[in-house]
Each structure stands twice: as structure tokens, then as C-alpha cells.
């Protein structure tokens, strides 16, 4: 195995015996050939489209489901990227066979023509990895677009859940994916490559701003409860609202309290969610602390989305972890999804929640957040006012994600040097290592304003255009905005490429910079985005607000 595709990448540059995350050789192997698999389908898909004929939708979703499961901490069961590899391999022969009717023109490339069994998949599966481009800056690049892909897909999938597609969007997936695959492009082609999957990054994540809103009101200031009840419960983590809905729907008037956790948490904040009596407040951290507060959950567990963590051998909660969607580990009940027009069942999960005692209580006390563009937009007047008299010296966007490394308890330090008169932004779990600190408000205006998860990164590049706006500004850099992001996965590389496509510069970001960006890349990135990384903080306390 080799993989680079996280910040926690074994020795700064990758797992090659095991991942430092628990997915073993064989996962990461077959996860490869599903990519493998998948960009076939993507090149065929998308000489259909150069050629003016559509494919299904089942390509489409099988596309983000594919590039969903591979997510880091999404999927550790190898018998469910083995179903994908198989159903993957016939969506790719049927599209040869439209394409050949079509008499379009294949490439004669292995992804198109590798028809493996079962019993060959082990063997094929070690020969397909990112280091079959040998080339380290184009592989860097290619890699760079296709886990921007990863994390868009994640929001893409999110939008469709909720009934919001847009053709274009998997339009373009399919045809980056197939360029990844071309011998042909430049560097400089590929790195413009790059900067497109950004700018269609920002597509995806307002396409599921939209979804989320218009399915459940604009988030609005809400303080969590960060205690317990003395009901059983469900703790649902990960991402999807639409199985936060409908958990909730399906818990009513059952006896079972249902808390959110981790990146789930900002569910708390939509309208539509706060008239559950049922809906609890939030259970625990990020991600990364599951181990220790699953035990002391007591009740079942519903991972919706990435981030697992594989549970120890003796672990008290192992057999009440169920997942759903791209999320799977092997053992754990996995919830199928919804038919057409229909909503998922999760009764099994329900009966397990009654058969468990009450959550123990780890924590006391509210956290406050629900700081989305619209509620932010509706403070406006009192925002700009205070940056106008100086009570606001500046904003640090601290979005993205929280991880286990103990280098990340710089974001903590950080935060707590912070001078007072400036204010966080945040979104996605990366607030967990400091939203529960006491750093007050300013005017009223609280010192951490949480957006939501890491897709509200969104909400923060709105609200900074619209301060440029504001301010009569033609450049968004010059707004009394720094960029201070930790990231984890992939979503936090569509966030990061978003970014830049909407012209943010300097932009540092850490606590590492990517394993998967080769020396030249890197370089380019400094060059043209003034990207950096972290110091200490009082060092980037004095780089980024004093001087
Ligand atoms: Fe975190 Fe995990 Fe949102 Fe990620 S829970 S690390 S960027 O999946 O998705 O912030
Ligand atoms: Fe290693 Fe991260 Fe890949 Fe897991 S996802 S194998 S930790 S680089």
C-alpha cells in the first residue's frame, strides 16, 4: 500500500504497512482499484458527453459514492469497496458498449480493458496505486485534483440526499477524474486543472448551502446543550441531514433522546431540527476522542459520514456502531439506503437505543453557535460598526478540521493568545479545540462564531465578500481577514481549493503541509498564494495581528 492523502500520512510522507488511521494494506489496496475502476467509467462517461450523449444518473452517483468510501476514516470495510469494485467494473462494460454503438473512439488504457475476477482482484489491486505515475509533480497534482474530488463529491452526495443535483457538478467530476488519467497534460495544465476543481468547489458547497437551508431553515444562534438526559439515546455523528431528519422523525414519542456528535453537531442550529423535544443537545468532541466517550455513551451509535475510528479489541461500544452511506467497518451493521420515495429504516437502531441505560455525562454546560451567512449578514450593521470604531481588530478564519496529533494543540494556544479585540471564524471540527473556552464577546458579538461544519466553510468566504462589499474594497484580501486553517482530510482540500479560486491569499495552514505536495507544487503554491505554514503561536500571533 501506499497512501499520502491525509495530514497524518505515516513520517510526513506516507502509509505504506499500515495507515496511521487503521485502514490496513488490503483496504487501501482495494480502494485503489476502486479508483482505478472508477476513473475508467469517468473517461468513458465523459467522451459520451464530449460526444453529446448523456449517461445515467447511476453513473453519477456511483462516481461520488466511490470517491465518497475512499474518504480517510470513511470506510474500513473491505467487503464493501469489493461490492463497489464489482458493480463498478459492469457500469464500465455497459458504457463501453454505448460508447462502441456510438462509435466513439476508446482509449486502449488497462482501466478500460482490466476485466478481473474476484480471485484477481488482490493481485491487480497492488498495481494500482499513486505511484504508478512515476513523475512526482504531475503526481502531486493529479492528486491534489482527485481528493479535491473526494471532498466535493462528500458535498455533492449530501445535496443529492436532499434532492439537489446539478448536472454540471458531476459533469465535471467525471471529466477531472478522466483527465487524471491523460498522459498528455502539463503541469501547467494540470495545476489550471486544479484551480478548476476550486472553482467548482465553491459550486458544490453553495449547491448544498442551498439544499440544507431550503430543507431546514437558516441556521440561527443557538446555544447546544453540551449535557446529558437521563433517557437512552442515539449519538449521531457525521455529516448527512437527512438522516438527521429522519432519525428524528423515526425517535419521536419512542422514549429515545438523540445527540449529536462532532461534525453533526451544527445540526442544533437549523430551525427545523429545534422542534424535536427529543433532540438533546451535543455528546462529546471531535472525532478523534470516540474511543473514550463511546464507552460512555451507553446507547447505539449512527456514523452517517466519515470520521471512524477503528474501536480497540475490548471496546464496550463495538457491537452498537452502526453505519449508513459511504461509511462502513466490518462487523458493524450497516444501515442500506433509502428506496426511491422512501426514508430509511432505522428501527433496528431505535430497539437497540432501548435496551441501553442513559449516557453518562462527560460534559455540563452550552456552547453557542449557528453563526451561517444569514445570521452573520443580519448582524451586519453591528460587525462592520465594530470593525469601524476598532472594538474588531481582526477576524482569523480557523476553519477546517481537529485530528489527534499533539502539534494541533497549537490551534488551542492560539485561540487562547489571541488578543481580545479579535474574533474566530470557524467551521468543521477543527472548533472542538477551542469553542468551549471561555474567550467572551465583543460588543455582544461572541469571539468564536462557528458557521457549521466544514461545507459552511462556504458561509465564510459569503460573509467575506459581502464585507468587501461593504467596505467598498476591490480586493477581498485587503479585509482585516487572516487565514489560519487545520486540516485533516479531503474535505478540508476541497475547502483549501475553494479558497483560492475565489482569490483568498496567504493563506497558512497546518499543523503540516500535505504529504502529496511535491517540493515544486508547493512552491508553486507559496509563489502565486503566498501559502504557508504554522510556527508557534505567539510567532504567527505576531506575524498574522500585531505586525
Ligand atoms: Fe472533521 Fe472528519 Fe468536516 Fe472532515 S469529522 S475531519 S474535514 O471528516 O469533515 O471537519
Ligand atoms: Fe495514512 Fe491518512 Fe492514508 Fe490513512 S488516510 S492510510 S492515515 S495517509
Given at each position: 500500500m501506499f497512501c499520502f492523502q491525509c495530514q497524518e500520512a505515516a513520517k510526513g510522507t506516507g502509509c505504506t504497512i499500515k495507515g496511521v488511521c487503521g485502514k490496513d494494506d488490503k483496504t487501501a489496496n482495494r480502494m485503489d482499484l476502486l479508483l482505478f475502476v472508477t476513473k475508467?467509467?469517468?473517461?468513458?462517461?465523459?467522451?459520451?458527453?464530449?460526444?453529446?450523449?448523456?449517461?445515467?444518473?447511476?453513473?453519477?452517483?456511483?462516481?461520488?459514492?466511490?470517491?465518497?468510501s475512499t474518504i480517510t476514516n470513511a470506510n474500513f470495510d473491505i467487503e464493501s469497496i469489493t461490492g463497489r469494485i464489482i458493480k463498478g467494473l459492469k457500469l464500465r462494460n455497459e458504457l463501453i458498449a454505448i460508447a462502441k454503438k456510438e462509435n466513439i473512439t476508446l482509449p486502449i488504457i488497462?482501466?478500460?480493458?482490466?476485466?478481473?475476477?474476484?480471485?484477481?482482484?488482490?493481485?491487480?489491486?497492488?498495481?494500482?496505486?499513486?505511484?504508478?505515475?512515476?513523475?512526482?509533480?504531475?503526481?502531486?497534482?493529479?492528486?491534489?485534483?482527485?481528493?479535491?474530488?473526494?471532498?466535493?463529491?462528500?458535498?455533492?452526495?449530501?445535496?443529492?440526499?436532499?434532492?439537489?443535483?446539478?448536472?454540471?457538478?458531476?459533469?465535471?467530476?467525471?471529466?477531472?477524474?478522466?483527465?487524471?488519467?491523460?498522459?498528455?497534460?502539463?503541469?501547467?495544465?494540470?495545476?489550471a486543472l486544479v484551480l478548476e476543481t476550486g472553482s467548482f468547489g465553491v459550486k458544490a458547497m453553495a449547491l448544498l448551502d442551498k439544499a440544507n437551508t431550503n430543507s431546514y431553515g437558516n441556521p440561527e444562534i443557538t446555544r447546544v446543550n453540551i449535557g446529558v438526559r437521563n433517557n437512552p439515546a442515539i449519538l449521531i455523528s457525521g455529516h448527512d441531514l437527512k438522516d438527521m431528519e429522519e432519525l428524528l422523525a423515526q425517535t419521536e414519542?419512542?422514549?429515545?433522546?438523540?445527540?449529536?456528535?462532532?461534525?453533526?453537531?451544527?445540526?442544533?442550529?437549523?430551525?427545523?431540527?429545534?422542534?424535536?423535544?427529543?433532540?438533546?443537545?451535543?455528546?462529546?468532541?471531535?472525532?478523534w476522542k470516540q474511543r473514550e466517550e463511546f464507552e460512555n455513551f451507553n446507547g447505539p451509535i449512527l456514523f452517517t459520514t466519515n470520521c471512524i475510528v477503528p474501536p480497540l479489541e475490548g471496546a464496550s461500544y463495538r457491537d452498537r456502531v452502526y453505519t449508513t452511506n459511504s461509511t462502513g467497518f466490518p462487523g458493524w451493521k450497516h444501515i442500506p439506503?433509502?428506496?426511491?420515495?422512501?426514508?430509511?429504516?432505522?428501527?433496528?437502531?431505535?430497539?437497540?437505543?432501548?435496551?441501553?441505560?442513559?449516557?453518562?455525562?462527560?460534559?455540563?454546560?452550552?456552547?453557542?453557535?449557528?453563526?451561517?451567512?444569514?445570521?452573520?449578514?443580519?448582524?451586519?450593521?453591528?460587525?462592520?460598526?465594530?470593525?469601524?470604531?476598532?472594538?474588531?481588530?481582526?477576524?482569523?478564519?480557523?476553519?477546517?478540521?481537529?485530528?489527534?496529533?499533539?502539534?494541533?494543540?497549537?490551534?488551542?494556544?492560539?485561540?487562547?493568545?489571541?488578543?481580545?479585540?479579535?474574533v474566530i471564524l470557524t467551521a468543521g471540527c477543527a472548533k472542538y479545540r477551542y469553542n468551549k473556552l471561555p474567550l467572551g464577546d465583543i460588543n455582544g458579538i461572541p469571539r468564536v462564531l462557528d458557521a457549521g461544519q466544514c461545507n459552511d466553510s462556504y458561509s465564510l468566504a459569503l460573509i467575506a465578500?459581502?464585507?468587501?462589499?461593504?467596505?467598498?474594497?476591490?480586493?477581498?484580501?485587503?479585509?482585516?481577514?487572516?487565514?489560519?486553517?487545520?486540516?485533516?482530510?479531503?474535505?478540508?482540500?476541497?475547502?483549501?481549493?475553494?479558497?483560492?479560486?475565489?482569490?483568498?491569499?496567504?493563506?497558512?495552514?497546518?499543523?503540516?503541509?500535505?504529504?502529496?505536495?511535491?517540493?515544486?507544487?508547493?512552491?508553486?503554491?507559496?509563489?502565486?498564494?503566498?501559502?504557508g505554514t504554522i510556527q508557534t503561536p505567539e510567532e504567527d500571533i505576531e506575524h498574522l495581528i500585531i505586525a
Open positions: 475508467g467509467i469517468a473517461t468513458v462517461a465523459a467522451l459520451l458527453h464530449n460526444a453529446g450523449v448523456e449517461t445515467s444518473m447511476q453513473v453519477n452517483h456511483f462516481t461520488t459514492d466511490a470517491l465518497f488497462d482501466e478500460l480493458v482490466w476485466n478481473g475476477d474476484e480471485s484477481s482482484l488482490e493481485g491487480k489491486s497492488q498495481t494500482v496505486g499513486v505511484l504508478r505515475e512515476a513523475n512526482e509533480d504531475i503526481r502531486s497534482l493529479k492528486e491534489l485534483t482527485i481528493y479535491g474530488l473526494k471532498g466535493m463529491a462528500a458535498y455533492v452526495e449530501h445535496a443529492a440526499n436532499l434532492g439537489y443535483e446539478e448536472p454540471e457538478l458531476y459533469r465535471f467530476i467525471l471529466r477531472a477524474l478522466a483527465d487524471t488519467l491523460r498522459k498528455d497534460l502539463s503541469a501547467e495544465q494540470l495545476t414519542g419512542t422514549g429515545v433522546d438523540v445527540y449529536t456528535h462532532s461534525e453533526m453537531l451544527p445540526a442544533n442550529y437549523y430551525p427545523a431540527f429545534k422542534k424535536y423535544k427529543h433532540f438533546v443537545g451535543n455528546y462529546g468532541n471531535a472525532w439506503a433509502r428506496g426511491d420515495g422512501k426514508t430509511k429504516d432505522f428501527s433496528e437502531i431505535i430497539t437497540h437505543a432501548k435496551r441501553c441505560a442513559a449516557p453518562t455525562e462527560i460534559e455540563h454546560g452550552e456552547i453557542i453557535g449557528g453563526f451561517a451567512h444569514n445570521q452573520v449578514l443580519a448582524l451586519a450593521d453591528k460587525v462592520v460598526d465594530a470593525v469601524k470604531n476598532g472594538a474588531i481588530r481582526k477576524f482569523v478564519v480557523m476553519a477546517g478540521c481537529d485530528g489527534r496529533m499533539k502539534s494541533r494543540n497549537y490551534y488551542t494556544e492560539f485561540a487562547e493568545q489571541l488578543p481580545d479585540d479579535c465578500m459581502k464585507l468587501q462589499e461593504v467596505f467598498g474594497l476591490e480586493d477581498i484580501n485587503q479585509l482585516p481577514i487572516v487565514y489560519n486553517i487545520a486540516w485533516y482530510e479531503q474535505k478540508a482540500v476541497i475547502v483549501l481549493l475553494a479558497l483560492l479560486s475565489l482569490g483568498v491569499k496567504n493563506i497558512h495552514l497546518g499543523p503540516t503541509l500535505p504529504a502529496f505536495l511535491s517540493p515544486n507544487v508547493a512552491k508553486v503554491l507559496v509563489e502565486n498564494f503566498g501559502i
